[in-house]
């Protein structure tokens, strides 16, 4: 691997190759972030805000700075611009265009430099393991055996996607035209595969699963011959998500998008024959495809919780943290390895883009002496396309019961239209500073509880523990998330939420 240089702006990352004598790591760093994805830089912006001469770095083992991940199974697909896999460059649903990446080369400073620079700054070592933590000495080693050392360190290593045991044993051949999608050289490498075969099959129907299938789909109708399936043991896409309801009304519009969907799907084995694979159902469903996207879910990386002495959650995974989401007294722990405790909803691990933002911030402002707790609901959020978009924040689990008030959509009820109207693309970075007081509701009367088929244009899907409200998923309804926020906050029973859906103003036109 040759060494990753920005030339114009002389930011200098270093690769695994050896180094020139010039370039030399610091022995110490006052502020130590282990991974480079949305929570580190999070924490880095964070620390640098109630710190302005702060010295950050950053270490991971990805060979680019930190970057967004949302992009790679959304807006990317949809690039008309031939050359996305090298720009990385993608136009939002506004249609402004950004790149995936948060910052410029100029954002950061050499590792070198980090030392000696008198304003501080960011630096960032790619393509860098951290191997080993010594938590009583406040040093880390990395996988060359260079040691630094920390005065506060943040664990966000975030996860490795999982796959299927019965991939795994499957064997080299079958394993060759697998996709373990998580990273830009994942999209790459799956955008690259997808133009040169006849047949995808993308197991898993949660979020990644769906957002890809339809991705895919989309652009395949209009631009290439390929077949995309997505199979998946539920009913339905979302199953794990969404009520049954609405979860069966999803698939019916992911088939829309040029999919072939094989619900009630367990895989029983998968061989590589006559350059096909051949993939046998539990049920005798024989399905055959080109190349498989396991999209199964992730597993929190957590390599360092035995050298470091952390400890590991056994029901949610992740490194176990307090409120404000220490492990030690100068060890944090922010992102997708976080099993934190949440003071409103208890011990929770969160997955998502928005989670990793809020998590990241409050990490690096408790890592400046904030002691705040956890108590801001992050959000996330699905599109299926530019027409059929979710925002949910809290505990979204479709073996909880739900109650859902609808109404009928309008042009103005897509996520395309939201962002046009909101100026912002990632809805994550509008919404996650916003509070709500005193939503006002709207005077129009609920609708009527028997809902119609084709009702479910848009609507809010309220999930209840113990008659709280402790979930809520705004269906095709944007800019409200403050609102939600509140409730969840405000923990009270409700005798009707039908009155309570009137604080979205679904029935407004």
Same mark, same amino acid.
């Given at each position: 691997?040759?060494?990753?240089?920005?030339?114009k702006?002389?930011f200098?990352?270093?690769?695994?190759?050896?180094?020139p004598?010039?370039l030399?790591? $610091?022995?110490h760093? $006052?502020?130590?972030?282990?991974g480079?994805?949305t929570?580190?830089?999070?924490?880095?912006?964070?620390i640098?805000?109630?710190?302005?001469?702060?010295k950050v770095?950053i270490?991971?083992?990805?060979p680019?700075?930190?970057?967004?991940?949302?992009p790679?199974?959304?807006?990317?697909?949809?690039?008309?611009?031939?050359?996305?896999?090298?720009?990385? #460059?993608?136009?939002?649903?506004?249609?402004?265009?950004?790149?995936?990446y948060?910052?410029?080369?100029?954002?950061?400073?050499?590792a070198?430099?980090?030392?000696g620079?008198?304003?501080?700054?960011?630096?960032? !070592?790619?393509?860098?393991?951290?191997?080993h933590?010594?938590v009583r000495?406040?040093?880390?080693? !990395?996988?060359?055996?260079?040691e630094?050392?920390?005065?506060?360190?943040?664990?966000?290593?975030?996860g490795?996607p #999982?796959s299927l045991?019965?991939i795994?044993?499957?064997?080299e051949e079958?394993?060759k035209?697998?996709t373990?999608?998580?990273?830009?050289?994942?999209?790459?490498s799956?955008?690259?595969?997808s133009?040169?075969?006849?047949?995808?099959?993308?197991i898993?129907?949660?979020?990644?699963?769906?957002?890809?299938? /339809?991705?895919?789909?989309r652009r /395949?109708k209009?631009t /290439?011959?390929?077949?995309?399936?997505?199979?998946f043991?539920?009913?339905g896409?979302?199953?794990k998500?969404l009520?049954?309801?609405?979860?069966?009304?999803?698939?019916?519009k992911?088939?829309?998008?040029?999919v072939?969907?094989?619900?009630e799907a367990?895989?029983?084995?998968?061989? /590589?024959?006559?350059?096909?694979?051949?993939?046998?159902l539990? %049920?005798? #469903?024989?399905?055959k495809t080109?190349h498989?996207?396991?999209?199964?879910g992730l597993?929190p990386?957590?390599?360092l919780?035995k050298?470091a002495?952390l400890?590991? %959650?056994?029901?949610?995974?992740?490194f176990?943290?307090?409120?404000?989401l220490?492990? #030690?007294?100068n060890?944090?722990v922010?992102?997708d390895a976080?099993c934190?405790?949440?003071i409103?909803?208890?011990?929770r691990?969160?997955?998502?883009? %928005?989670?990793?933002?809020?998590?990241g911030?409050?990490?690096?402002?408790?890592m400046?002496g904030?002691?705040?707790?956890?108590?801001?609901?992050?959000m996330?959020?699905?599109d299926?396309?530019?027409?059929?978009?979710?925002?949910?924040?809290?505990?979204?689990?479709?073996?909880?019961?739900?109650?859902?008030?609808f109404?009928?959509?309008t042009?103005?009820?897509?996520p395309?239209?939201?962002?046009?109207?909101?100026?912002t693309g990632?809805?994550?970075?509008?919404e996650?500073?916003?509070?709500?007081v005193?939503?006002?509701?709207?005077p129009t009367?609920a609708?009527p509880?028997?809902l119609q088929?084709?009702?479910?244009?848009k609507?809010?899907?309220f999930?209840?523990?113990?008659k709280?409200?402790v979930?809520?998923?705004l269906w095709?309804v944007f800019?409200?998330?403050p609102?939600a926020?509140?409730i969840?906050?405000?923990g009270?029973?409700?005798?009707?939420?039908?009155?309570?859906?009137?604080l979205?103003?679904?029935?407004?036109?």
């Open positions: 691997m040759v060494m990753y240089i920005y030339h702006q002389g200098i990352v270093s690769s695994r190759d050896s180094l004598a010039s030399q790591f $610091p022995s760093t $006052p502020y130590l972030l282990i480079g994805g929570a580190s830089f999070a924490a880095a912006r964070s640098r805000a109630r710190d302005p001469g702060a770095l270490v991971t083992d990805e680019v700075p930190p970057y967004m991940r949302p790679l199974s959304k807006e990317l697909w949809f690039s008309d611009d031939p050359s996305v896999t090298e720009t990385l #460059r993608f136009k939002q649903w506004n249609g402004k265009e950004r790149s995936i948060f910052q410029p080369p100029s954002f950061y400073i050499s070198e430099e980090l030392d620079a008198e304003n501080g700054g960011v630096a960032v !070592l790619t393509s860098k393991t951290v191997v933590m010594d000495g406040n040093k880390i080693k !990395l996988d060359d055996n260079t630094i050392s920390y005065d506060k360190c943040l664990i966000a290593t975030g490795v #999982r045991q019965v795994e044993r499957a064997g079958v394993m035209r697998t373990l999608f998580r990273k830009v050289e994942d999209f790459k799956l955008d690259k595969v133009r040169n075969i006849k047949s995808i099959t993308i898993g129907g949660g979020f990644l699963g769906s957002e890809l299938a /339809c991705a895919l789909g /395949c209009t /290439c011959d390929l077949e995309v399936i997505q199979m043991p539920e009913k896409n979302m199953g998500v009520p049954e309801y609405l979860s069966n009304w999803t698939t019916e992911v088939k829309k998008e040029g072939k969907v094989i619900s367990l895989v029983k084995s998968v061989v /590589c024959k006559d350059e096909k694979l051949e993939i046998q539990k %049920d005798g #469903r024989l399905v080109d498989i996207v396991a999209a199964v597993e990386n957590v390599d919780a050298s002495g400890e590991v %959650d056994s029901d949610f995974g992740g176990r943290v307090n409120a404000e220490q492990a #030690r007294s060890i944090w922010a992102g976080a934190f405790y949440d409103r909803l208890g011990r691990r969160v997955e998502h883009h %928005d989670h990793a933002v809020v998590s911030r409050l990490a690096g402002e408790n400046t904030a002691n705040k707790p956890y108590w801001h609901q992050s996330f959020w699905s299926l396309g530019p027409d059929v978009g979710y925002e949910a924040i809290g505990i979204v689990d479709s073996s909880l019961p739900t109650v859902g008030v109404a009928k959509a042009s103005k009820d897509t395309k239209a939201a962002t046009e109207k909101s100026g990632i809805r994550s970075e509008s996650t500073e916003d509070t709500a005193s939503p006002v509701a709207s009367p609708p509880a028997v088929k084709d009702e479910y244009g609507g809010v899907i999930y209840l523990r113990d709280v409200v979930g809520i998923i095709n800019n409200r998330m609102v926020r509140k969840i906050k405000d009270e029973q409700h005798v009707d939420l039908n009155e309570v859906a009137k979205f103003n679904i029935h407004d036109d």
